[in-house]
């Protein structure tokens, strides 16, 4: 075996990347893309029973939580600037500042989610009550799950940060559950809407 052989045995070249965005920054995007087909494909839905079948909306005698969605859709627009305060913090290399910046946002998002679980135990209404009472827990349950896996990863990268993972040349963990995060932000902005 020649020497060039040998070495590439022993270590793998390079992986090669044609695209100037990471190879780990893509594969989120490709993601969220693919979630956007999903929560478009439950708009889809919505559209249909309320444009196409000239449903009211809400259906009576029903009404939406307006106020509680008002105040969850404050939480998570704040909870969006504090991960992008983690984000550029640790790009600078301030670790305390990614440290809180994490620890805010997860609180933040916990607060919505467990104000979205209160509302669904007192909103009045169920699935089995017809075509609004399905599309709104559809939509809202779908967004739900999509806040506790960003949960799920603000935890995991909480826990990295203390821990002392990341720095000002290594931080792409956090970038990348910032992006999904933005993500959720912006897709409860549409299903609020």
């Known amino acids: 075996m020649s020497a060039h052989a040998e070495a590439h045995a022993a270590h793998p070249p390079a992986a090669h990347q044609s695209s100037r965005v990471d190879a780990r920054t893509l594969g989120m995007f490709l993601f969220i893309a693919s979630e956007i087909m999903l929560f478009g494909s439950f708009f889809t839905i919505y559209f249909f029973v309320r444009v196409s079948a000239g449903t009211p909306w809400p259906t009576p005698p029903y009404e939406l939580p307006v106020f509680v969605a008002a105040i969850n859709t404050f939480i998570l627009m704040t909870s969006s600037a504090t991960m992008h305060w983690a984000t550029v913090s640790i790009k600078r290399g301030n670790v305390w500042g990614m440290r809180a910046g994490l620890l805010l946002t ?5 607060a919505f989610l467990t104000s979205q679980l209160y509302e669904y135990m007192r909103v009045g209404f169920n699935t089995s009550d017809g075509a609004f009472p399905t599309i709104f827990f559809c939509l809202t349950g779908l967004h739900g799950s999509h806040v506790f896996i960003g949960l799920s990863l603000l935890a995991f990268m909480t826990i990295r ?4 993972h990341f720095s000002a040349e290594h931080h792409h963990g956090v970038e990348i559950a910032g992006i999904y995060w933005h993500f959720v ?3 409860w902005i549409v299903v609020f809407a």
């Open 106 to 110: 997860f609180l933040m998002g916990l």
């Open 161 to 164: 940060a203390w821990r002392g």
């Open 185 to 187: 932000d912006v897709m």
